[in-house]
């Protein structure tokens, strides 16, 4: 299939679930879909279309956030990114763990970094941020203050 086909297949299949598409290049698709869609969607496009879940990815974009689903059509070299956007009062979105063990550790950090909870995730045990670091405190909000008076943090939290 080329990525022109794969679209076709995944507009015609999910137009009810998908919002919009922008063909960031011919081999480079962003497609936002509807957060309720997302498994039915990615489930199909790695067990139906052949693509291999690559990584996921949370952004903090001042009014929502979004998490991107990255899945890469390694024969044609061509990936296909899913958003979905998350309105900031209701930061809850399903855990794609149960079905790509791969999404196991990048869920486990989103949540900690910027505080999307992964429903159904199996095991939401702190990833990168130390024992002490407060709750409901995300280092790569926005609105992120310094929570630490001691701390020094000239490379990154």
């Known amino acids: 299939m080329t990525p022109l086909e794969i679209l076709k297949d995944l507009t015609d299949r999910f137009k009810q679930d998908i919002v919009g598409v922008f063909e960031k290049s011919p081999k480079r698709i962003y497609i936002e879909i509807k957060k309720e869609a997302l498994v039915r969607v990615v489930l199909h496009v ?42 900031k009062s209701n ?23 910027l505080g999307i909870t992964f429903k159904n995730h199996p095991d939401m045990r702190r990833l990168l941020l130390p024992e002490d670091w407060p709750e409901g405190v995300y280092p790569l909000r926005r609105d992120y203050k310094e929570w630490d008076k001691n701390a020094i943090r000239d490379r990154g939290v």
């Open 91 to 113: 930061l809850e979105i399903d855990s794609l763990t149960p079905y790509f063990e791969g999404a196991n550790w990048i869920e486990r950090e989103t949540t900690e970094v």
């Open 46 to 87: 790695f067990r139906e279309l052949g693509a291999r879940f690559n990584t996921a990815s949370g952004v903090d974009v001042r009014d929502h956030m979004e998490m991107l689903y990255h899945f890469t059509f390694d024969k044609i070299d061509a990936v296909f990114t899913f958003r979905i956007k998350l309105d």
